[in-house]
């Protein structure tokens, strides 16, 4: 199986930046794909970015150009950059993993808070 536990979240204000930190243990090799997803008060969990096992990185049109997703594989860890953070990103972040041999994976989510 697979481990993710999130790290990074915190109060920032408009305009500011922010890093998130997944890291993964457990069956890493069987890891695909990681995703974070980020779920605000009320609304279901969307999708924000993914990174695939051969570094190719997706994004939702509404992060694209403000957040960027990383690896560090020797440190089997997954980061979320994220700048020119807006009120409308407040929300719970989640990393998930696919894995090849145990399927979907979540950490248990990291609060970040965008406010003046």
């Known amino acids: 199986q697979v481990q993710l536990v999130e790290s990074g979240g915190g109060l920032v204000q408009p305009g500011g930046s922010l890093r998130l930190s997944c890291a993964a243990s457990g069956s890493i090799f069987s890891i695909n794909t990681m995703n974070w997803y980020r779920q605000a008060s009320g609304k279901e969990r969307e999708w924000v970015a993914a990174i695939t096992s051969g570094d190719s990185t997706m994004y939702a049109d509404s992060v694209k150009g403000r957040f960027t997703i990383s690896r560090d594989a020797a440190k089997n860890t997954v980061y979320l950059q994220m700048n020119n953070l807006r009120t409308d990103d407040t929300a719970v972040y989640y990393c998930?993993?696919?894995?090849?041999?145990?399927?979907?994976?979540w950490g248990q989510g990291t609060q970040v808070t965008v406010s003046s």
């Open positions: 998930n993993a696919i894995s090849l041999l145990y399927g979907d994976s």
